[in-house]
């Protein structure tokens, strides 16, 4: 369950109300697609919850699902869950921990 919620806190913390399609360097954006618009489009939502689930999973467990596996319940390539998953990890700075008090923060906003 607190993995669920990691998952979920990190998600969460930064999520852009607009996204750039680009980073310099790394070119378009797997992990949260842009529309023509300039916003997210709607599977954005749906593969960072993956995503957080897969490194939720990975973060917390010593025999963990495969990105095969994860990309079979997901429905997404296996090509474009090892991409995104390298974006994720950059995006946070390879930092999945979360803090005691961030944790309780999000579960208070939650149940507020």
Sequence with gaps: MRAC???LVACTRS????????????????????????LLQETSQFRVFVMSLLLADKYTEDHSYTN???????????????????EYLGFFGHALYVSEGDFRGWIETLLA
Aim: glycine share 10%.
């Design 68 to 86: 095969k596996a994860w990309a079979t319940l997901s429905g997404i390539p296996v090509h474009d869950i090892n991409a995104m998953e390298r």
């Design 5 to 7: 919620a990691t998952a």
């Design 15 to 38: 999520w852009p109300v607009r996204a750039r399609a680009t980073q310099p360097g790394a070119g378009r954006s797997l992990l949260m697609p842009v529309g023509p618009d300039g």
